[in-house]
């Protein structure tokens, strides 16, 4: 199975939730988001919310065992454990940010499956606040993944439909 790399997104399926929205309705900061979220872009959203939850006593601790707690199927850290046990290399491609998607991989014990993770940056600032910020994907790559959600599937072997 060699030369075969298997793209996943992370919310809705490596986890079956928006890890942002996962977060925030577990911290109890729902109707502020809703409020929030006409009036700016998704990741300046979430770098606002993460200063409201830092303002409001909630650490980054708290916010690492909201993460923990998040589910995950026992199917797809199969599928994962067994594309990974086939050759496949798998990679991440995702909207999420960093430091949300390396919380929950390490909690469940799937960091070490993953050979890249590309996703928006996010890093603890000195005074302990998660910072969450947009990066640009380039064209090519966002065409990429588009082609494999799309075509791709049917004429992957078994080990690459996940």
Known sequence: MAGIVILFDFDKTIIDHDSDNYVIDELGFTQLFDELLPTMPWNTLMDKMMLELHSNGKTIEDIANVLRRAPLDANIISAIKSAHALGCELKILSDANLFFIETILEHHGLSGYFSEINTNPG??????????????????LLMVALLLVMVVPSALPTCARV
């Open 123 to 140: 890093f603890v600032d000195d005074q302990g606040r998660l910072r969450i910020f947009h990066t640009m994907i380039s064209p090519l």
